[in-house]
């Protein structure tokens, strides 16, 4: 028998919760330099430079690669052969000890984003508990962990179906993708899991997207089976929509596409998708009674020489005095750069501002002729005047965003991927604008805020409404006073261009 002690666990899960805040796996950032190499969208390319540039900042300062620092998923495999050396805690309650250190540590605190009562107050917990645990016993004397940090914006965008014996898994896929938006980040991985019962392809398809990105060893080699064909059919389908990187349209829209399955009912057939986002973290160890995990930290010139820079023709804007007027010659796809004061809030903020709307009260916070952004920073450490601060999925907004129009007078909206029509449609009848951050760069982002403080709902936390000063801060145009859209033209314009060379390819 292997004996593993209780403080060795705890202090595993703690270090690589702290590690996977802020190393991206090496896998999965050369796929993402690969990308990069080959991708021929101007706003793609961009964006992935961001992405990257912000992975290489994250792992300099051990801070936070996304604002998001995820809901913790671990797989933990016991080894029959284990005992442990006390036996006053469960496997979760171990977890989640590891999990409350990891996400309170003051030189590198992380976000917490779990509420408890989900269907009632939603009430924070405070320290990211609890994890959701997975526990396998399976035949040795070691202990397996595969630990994750999932953000919600792509956790939101899985989909399940119960599709019939006789339905393409690959038909399914190609037309659900399109519907999910951009709010997932990508590019990113594909987890699917098939068969088993509903909620057990669930569990294939989160735990799929633990493994190394290796679909193009796939490709080299060819594949030997039916499912690494469906790998394949996936991977060619999807990337040939076009929809590219965070949306805006390009060649690579995922880097990989993993598949776990199991048996299922002869009636049935379970299918399960899960996207991992731009921000990609996971880890995995094991122990054998010998003490805590090694996570040896990846070299610094590992990461790609990629830097993300500003053009020339970038329109520099001073927040402090651009009216309405200024922002109708703003054209989609344009780059912006922000400086002066910026207003923050998200869903809770935007919730509360509704009722007093509603209810004729005057607002905590003028916000006429102002920009908001929809964010929840991470709190700061140091001399930093604002934690790790990029976009949330700004769709989720879409429902108060007429009303923050007509009402509470705001012209303009920082966020991350698309809006959706009726949000669209808002924005054209009040000639305003909406702005998108790169989701995946909130270190980067957060470089270019100057000064921050709470200035509404400080009992909200992290939704507080806060007043960023910023400097320079980098944003694209995806919909302009006219109602132009980037995240409808781009993703069309290279779904055409990839069918057109695809064609003079005989692909």
């Known amino acids: 028998m292997t004996t593993i002690r209780q403080a060795d666990f705890i202090d595993s899960i703690a270090d690589a919760l702290q590690y996977i805040s802020y190393y991206h796996p090496l896998d999965f950032i050369k796929a993402l330099d690969e990308a990069y190499q080959r991708e021929e969208s101007e706003a793609a390319k961009n964006a992935i430079a961001q992405v990257l540039t912000n992975s290489r900042m994250s792992a300099q300062g051990h801070r936070p690669i996304c604002q998001d620092t995820g809901i913790v998923t671990c797989f933990v495999k016991v080894g029959m052969g284990v005992q442990w050396d006390k036996t006053d805690l469960t496997v979760q309650q171990m977890v989640d000890e590891g999990t409350r250190r990891a996400y309170n540590n003051p030189d590198n605190p992380l976000r917490a984003s779990i509420v408890a009562d989900p269907a009632g107050a939603r009430k924070n917990t405070g320290d990211n508990t609890p994890a959701v645990v997975h526990i396998d016993m399976v035949a040795g004397n070691e202990i397996e962990v595969m630990i994750a940090a999932k953000g919600g914006g792509s956790e939101n965008k899985s989909k399940m179906a119960m599709l019939n014996p006789s339905d393409s898994i690959a038909d399914w896929i190609v037309e659900t993708l399109p519907k999910m938006g951009a709010g997932w980040c990508p590019p990113g991985m594909l987890g699917i899991g098939i068969g088993g019962t509903a909620e057990k392809s669930a569990v294939l398809a989160k735990e799929s997207l633990m493994e190394s990105v290796d679909i193009h060893e796939l490709i080299e080699r060819g594949p030997q089976n039916a499912e690494e064909e469906l790998r394949l059919e996936i991977f060619n389908r999807v990337n040939a929509l076009g929809i590219g990187a965070q949306g805006l349209g390009g060649l690579t829209t995922v880097l990989d596409v993993k598949i776990k399955s199991l048996p299922t009912h002869a009636a049935s057939k379970p299918v399960t998708l899960i996207p991992n986002c731009a921000a990609t973290r996971h880890v995995h160890f094991t122990l054998d009674g010998s003490g805590a995990a090694d996570l040896t930290p990846p070299k610094l010139e590992d990461w790609p020489d990629v830097t993300f820079e500003l053009g020339d023709d970038a329109r520099r804007v001073n927040l402090d005095e651009v009216t309405k007027e200024d922002i109708q010659d703003w054209k989609m796809g344009e780059t912006v750069l922000l400086s002066g004061k910026l207003l923050t809030g998200r869903d809770a903020a935007h919730k509360r501002i509704k009722g007093m709307l509603d209810n004729g009260e005057k607002l905590p916070v003028d916000f006429n002729n102002r920009f908001i952004y929809y964010v929840g920073p991470v709190d700061p450490v140091g001399d930093e005047v604002v934690g790790p601060a990029g976009p949330t999925t700004s769709t989720r907004m879409d429902k108060f965003t007429d009303q923050m ?16 029509p009726e949000a669209v449609e808002s924005i054209r009848k009040h000639k305003a604008v909406y702005l998108m951050a790169v989701g995946g760069a909130a270190y980067l982002v957060a470089k270019a805020i ?6 509404a709902f400080e009992d909200l936390g992290m939704e507080a409404i806060y007043e960023f000063e ?13 109602g132009q859209n980037a995240h409808t033209q781009g993703p069309a314009i290279w779904k055409a261009k990839i069918a057109d060379l695809n064609e003079k390819l005989g692909a």
């Open 405 to 420: 129009l007509e009402e509470a007078g705001i012209i303009g909206m920082v966020g991350k991927a698309e809006r959706g």
């Open 450 to 455: 100057k000064k921050s403080r709470v200035v």
């Open 470 to 482: 910023v400097e320079d801060m980098p944003v694209t145009v995806a919909v302009d006073s006219d």
